[in-house]
C-alpha cells in the first residue's frame, strides 16, 4: 500500500495532547499514518527570521512529521494576508471583508513554492499526496513543476463559493489552474461542487463529462463531494462518560432547572454570532414565559485575533450580549452566559449532552463539525433538538434538524420556541434519523471513501 503524506497548515500535535482537544479528524487522519506510515508535513506555528532552508522532522513510529518555520513576512502575507482576510472571506461571501492586495498574493504563492520545495526530498515515487484547505491551493502545481509525478489530492473544508463570487477575486482563473492541477478535488457538499463546475464550464470553457470528469487547462481530473464528518460512537462514548464529570455537575447545578441552548464555535464572523444573539432575543421578547426558563450558553473562544475583523466580530458580540442581559436580566437570571475560551473535547461533549438546543447558525460553513457532534452527544432516552443554519454544510445531511435561514432572526427566534416546546416523541425520531445517518457517515468512512477515489484515479501527464 502507498505511503500517505498529509499537507495541511498546522500538523496535529505529536503526541496525544494534555488538552485533549484533538478532533476526530486528526485523531483519523493519524490513525492510518500511524498504521501505514506516512508523513504529516506543515507549519510548525512558528515565525522565524528566516523561513526554514529544510523541513524539521521528527519521528514517531511509522510517521514522520515534518514542519517548515515562517518569516514574518510569509506569515503576513501568506497567512494573515492571502488566506485568511482574501480566501476565507470571500470563500464564505464575504466580499465586504476580502482586503485583496497583489502584494499578499504572491507572499500566497511565494510559501507554496517554499513548502513544495521543502517537501520534494522528502517525498518518495509511489506516496499519495493528500493536500488540505485554503492554505495551499497551489500545492499541486508547484510540486508538478518540480517533476512530482505522484497522485495529488486535495480537499476543501470551506465552501466552494458560486461563480459571481468567485469572479470578484482578481485572481481567480490563477485559483482554479491550481486547483485542477490535482487529480481529485473534494468538496464538502453537491452545491460546492456544483459551482465549480459551473465556473469550469461557463467562465474558461472546460469540460464536466457524464461520469463527473472534469477536462480544463489541458487535464482531466475527478472533483467529487466528500462531507467530512466526526467519529461519532466515540462522541457518544465520551458524552456518556463526562455527563457526570463535576464540569457538566456544575454546569447542571447552576442551572436550576432551566432549560439549556448550546452554541460552541470560533469567534468568526461566518459562525452568525450576532444574528444567533439577536434570534435568541427575539425569543425573549416575543415569549415571555421563556424568560427566567432558559440559558443560552454561547462559547466562542477568540481566533485569528490578529485579523481586524476579529476584533470588531468580538467587540460587537460583547455589545450585544451585554445589552440582551441587562435588558432581561432578573437578579437571580442571566439570558446568555458568553464565555470567550475552549474546552477540552470531553467537557464539551458532557455540555452537548446536557443541553435542550444545540444551536448552531453560521451564515456559510463548508461543514460545521459541532452539528454533527451535537447530535452524536445526546442522550437516546431524552435527545436535545438541533437547530441549524441552511448555509451550513452539514444540513445538507441532517435533515432531523430544524433548519433555518440565521438571517431570518424573528423566524429562528420561533424555531427555538419549537425546539424549546417539542415533544418528546418528535424529538426522538429526529434525533434517530440523524444519528443512524452519522454512524453510517463517520469520519472513517469519509476518510477512507477520499482515499479510495484517489488511489483510484487515473494519472493523466
Ligand atoms: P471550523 O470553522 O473550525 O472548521 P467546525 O467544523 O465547527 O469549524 O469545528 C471544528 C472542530 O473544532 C470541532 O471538532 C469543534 O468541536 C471544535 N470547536 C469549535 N468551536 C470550539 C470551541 N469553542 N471550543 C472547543 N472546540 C471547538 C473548518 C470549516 C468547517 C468544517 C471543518 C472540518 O470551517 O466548516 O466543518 O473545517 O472540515
Redesign the pocket.
Known sequence: MSRLVVISNRVAPVRKSESG?E???AVAILDVLKDQGGVWFGWSGKITEHESQAAQTFDHGKLTYATVDLSQQDYDEYYTGFANSVLWPLFHYRLDLTDFSRRDMVGYYRVNVIFATRLLPLLQSDDLIWVHDFHFIPMAECLRQAGCKQRIGFFL??PWPSIQVLLALPNHEGIVRGLCAYDLIGF?TESDLRGFREYIEHEIGGEVLPDGTVKAFGRSLRADVFP?S?DTKDVGRIAEDAVNSPQTERLRDSLGGRKLIIG???L?Y?KGLVQRLEAYEHLLKVYPEQRGNVVLLQ???PSRSHVNEYRDIRHTLERTAGHINSTFAEFDWNPIRYLNK??R?QT?AGFFRLSDVGFVTPLR??????AK?YVAAQNPENPGVLVLSRFA?AAQELDGALIVNPYDTEGVGESLQLALTMPLEERRERWRTMYDHLCDHDVVAWRRSYLDALRSVTRND
Open positions: 482537544s478532533g476526530g479528524l473544508h470551506i464538502q467530512i466526526i460552541v464555535d470560533r468568526d461566518s462559547i466562542a473562544p475552549g474546552f473535547r464539551l460553513d463548508g461543514m460545521n463539525l459541532v457532534e454544510g
